[in-house]
């Protein structure tokens, strides 16, 4: 299981600012996947285009699943869920509205996040917020359903099972 992490950033991609959330999301999951091994990272720039492109590439490169962070709010540069809605052939809002609804719980600013997720051939591409600590929040509602979820969409027998105990 082939992992991708796609930071979404202007002033991430430019070196103004140092990225914090995908370096968390990386030891997050490899806390909890340490088998999972995060073959593809890196920091675009808020580019409908460039992020399409580099979705599209890792997607064809055989990534299981997919994490953005980043450029999911209402600032008119954040375009992340329109490039992501490019690229997938099949919407999974069962996870986006999971992610919505408990970050509901801790704030009402989760209204304001237009993430969504979805299927792209047997990659699972998902948008999480820009913000250290939702990305946090998210994961911990992710984590649990990831290996039954990519265990279907791969078709690879036994992975769940393998990772209940996690």
């Given at each position: 299981m082939q992992i991708g992490i796609l930071t979404i950033s202007d002033r991430g991609a430019s070196g103004e600012y140092e990225d914090r959330s995908?370096?968390?999301?990386?030891?997050?999951?490899?806390?909890?996947?340490?088998?999972?091994?995060?073959?593809?990272?890196?920091?675009?720039?808020?580019?409908?285009?460039?992020?399409?492109?580099?979705?599209?590439?890792?997607?064809?490169?055989g990534l299981a699943l997919i994490l953005t962070t980043g450029g999911t709010g209402f600032a008119p540069r954040d375009v992340t869920p329109e490039a992501t809605k490019a690229v997938i052939e099949r919407e999974t809002p069962g996870i986006s509205e999971a992610l919505r609804a408990e970050s509901?719980?801790?704030?009402?600013?989760?209204?304001?996040?237009?993430?969504?997720?979805?299927?792209?051939?047997?990659?699972?591409i998902i948008n999480l917020p820009g913000s250290p600590k939702a990305v946090r929040e998210n994961l911990a509602v992710l984590l649990p359903i990831l290996p039954h979820a990519l265990e279907l969409l791969t078709n690879t027998p036994g992975t769940e099972s393998q990772h209940r105990t996690v």
């Amino acid at each position: 299981m082939q992992i991708g992490i796609l930071t979404i950033s202007d002033r991430g991609a430019s070196g103004e600012y140092e990225d914090r959330s995908g370096p968390i999301i990386q030891q997050i999951l490899h806390g909890r996947f340490p088998h999972w091994p995060v073959t593809h990272q890196t920091i675009v720039p808020d580019e409908r285009d460039t992020i399409a492109q580099t979705l599209r590439e890792w997607c064809d490169a055989g990534l299981a699943l997919i994490l953005t962070t980043g450029g999911t709010g209402f600032a008119p540069r954040d375009v992340t869920p329109e490039a992501t809605k490019a690229v997938i052939e099949r919407e999974t809002p069962g996870i986006s509205e999971a992610l919505r609804a408990e970050s509901l719980k801790i704030t009402r600013h989760a209204m304001l996040s237009r993430a969504i997720s979805g299927i792209r051939g047997q990659t699972l591409i998902i948008n999480l917020p820009g913000s250290p600590k939702a990305v946090r929040e998210n994961l911990a509602v992710l984590l649990p359903i990831l290996p039954h979820a990519l265990e279907l969409l791969t078709n690879t027998p036994g992975t769940e099972s393998q990772h209940r105990t996690v």
